[in-house]
């Protein structure tokens, strides 16, 4: 099977830059965010409809809409997650299994709670992207949309950087920009090259030096 690597951290800290990294080798990655976008617009809009009445626009989720009627209801989040959560985990099953037929030695699970949700365990190491608070606390906030409000209630659903840092196998500062974040993503790749997966497949660093 192919090498899996957990890649995660908080709000803010550079995840989608980092995963774009190694897509720029020719790595396969499974956005966990991109997937639930996919089915808020799909497979997930008659359940969503169904649990919070209101939600749905044109025929998908309005994610505001969506996020109001979710913010600081942790009842409201666990029925979300349930609807959610099961049809995520189908999407990355799916990819997983495209990676082993092609025969992809490494593939990058992109998930921003995968230590919240014990996702480590299906995965052969696990890659925290981390930033100071500071410049986190930046970034999110000029996000269009975003809230002092909502930006604590995202904080108080995710494990403190500090402890996503001491149970990770690897970490990308990205407070440094985006080369000095290529160039850690290039010493992970040279770090897994040649490590087997869980069913015996090698990540190949020269395979995906050729992509880059």
Sequence with gaps: MTFILGLTGSIGMGKSTTSGLFREHGIPVHDADASVHALYRGRAVAPIG????????????????????????PDALRRLEAVIHPLVREAEAA??????????????????????????????????????????????????????DKFAAIMARQMPDAQKRARAHFI???????????????????????????????VNRNEAETHA
Excluded at 50 to 73: K, M, T, W, Y
Excluded at 100 to 128: H, I, K, M
């Design 50 to 73: 169904a649990a919070f009445p209101g939600v749905i626009r044109d025929g998908a989720v309005d994610r505001q809409a969506l996020s109001a009627a979710v913010l600081g209801r």
């Design 95 to 148: 990819f997983l299994r495209r990676c082993g037929e092609t025969g992809a030695g490494l593939a990058v699970l992109d998930v921003p709670l995968l230590l919240e949700t014990q996702g480590e365990s299906r995965c052969d190491a696990v890659l925290v992207v981390s930033a100071p608070a500071d410049i986190q606390r930046q970034r999110v906030l000029a996000r269009p949309e975003m809230t002092e």
């Design 172 to 202: 990308v500062d990205t407070a440094r920009g985006v080369l000095a974040a290529r160039r850690q993503v290039g010493s992970i790749l040279s770090a897994l090259a040649g490590r087997p997966g869980r069913g015996g497949q090698s």
